[in-house]
T-cell receptor
Framework: DTAVSQTPKYLVTQMGNDKSIKCEQN?????MYWYKQDSKKFLKIMFS???????INETVPNRFSPKSPDKAHLNLHINSLELGDSAVYFC?????????????FGNGTRLTVT | KQEVTQIPAALSVPEGENLVLNCSFT??????LQWFRQDPGKGLTSLLL?????REQTSGRLNASLDKSSGRSTLYIAASQPGDSATYLC????????????FGAGTQVVVTP
């Protein structure tokens, strides 16, 4: 009955590889997000989708490509992984964007690039 | 550019004491401010959301205040318990943000039995 679930929980890979992280929410929310938490614990938004439409695309290398097949899913694909991509990636969702809906977060995916 | 600061970065208190966590932000043009709890290896759990028109929100032992004009919020946790040990993050939603939150770095709290 997990509200926001993301897989895998841990991902260890070598530089140059391509990997994907999947996210699903069963809350019926319209908006989904990807956040990155770096080693200093700062959380920064990467992308946001509202009803499968991209609405936020922060200054993120184009090696990162989000894909939303439907409004309950938002996957993150990363090409040509670099050491600096190592971080914890969090998926989140909210009822609507731009108003006072709280965000619900997944448990994170810890990506380690060696 | 909105900046969110949380002080102190870490806090250790004995069980039973009240906790006071501070959050400050530089731009008062916000929709709301949220307090989250993060446990090791887990995601964030939303604790309280204060709309920009509100002064405070309460939930059980938690009380959060908001002074938008001075750019400050305080989270009070009454009668702390070891289970309150976690990292607490505050985040503001700027009015021009189209939904994105600006997070502080968090305060790591340890409540000792």
């Amino acid at each position: 009955d997990t509200a926001v679930s993301q897989t895998p929980k841990y991902l260890v890979t070598q530089m140059g590889n391509d990997k994907s992280i999947k996210c699903e929410q069963n809350l019926g929310h319209d908006t989904m997000y990807w956040y990155k938490q770096d080693s200093k614990k700062f959380l920064k938004i990467m992308f946001s989708y509202n009803n499968k439409e991209l609405i936020i695309n922060e200054t993120v290398p184009n090696r990162f490509s989000p894909k939303s097949p439907d409004k309950a899913h938002l996957n993150l694909h990363i090409n040509s992984l670099e050491l600096g991509d190592s971080a914890v990636y969090f998926c989140a969702s909210s009822q609507r964007q731009g108003n006072n809906s709280p965000l619900h977060f997944g448990n994170g995916t810890r990506l380690t690039v060696t | 550019k909105q900046e969110v600061t949380q002080i102190p970065a870490a806090l250790s208190v004995p069980e039973g004491e009240n906790l006071v966590l501070n959050c400050s932000f530089t731009d008062s043009a916000i929709y709301n401010l949220q307090w989250f709890r993060q446990d090791p290896g887990k995601g964030l759990t939303s604790l309280l959301l204060i709309q920009s028109s509100q002064r405070e929100q309460t939930s059980g032992r938690l009380n959060a205040s908001l002074d938008k004009s001075s750019g400050r919020s305080t989270l009070y946790i009454a009668a702390s318990q070891p289970g309150d040990s976690a990292t607490y993050l505050c985040a503001v939603k700027p009015t021009d943000s189209w939904g994105k939150l600006q997070f502080g770095a968090g305060t790591q709290v340890v409540v000792t039995p």
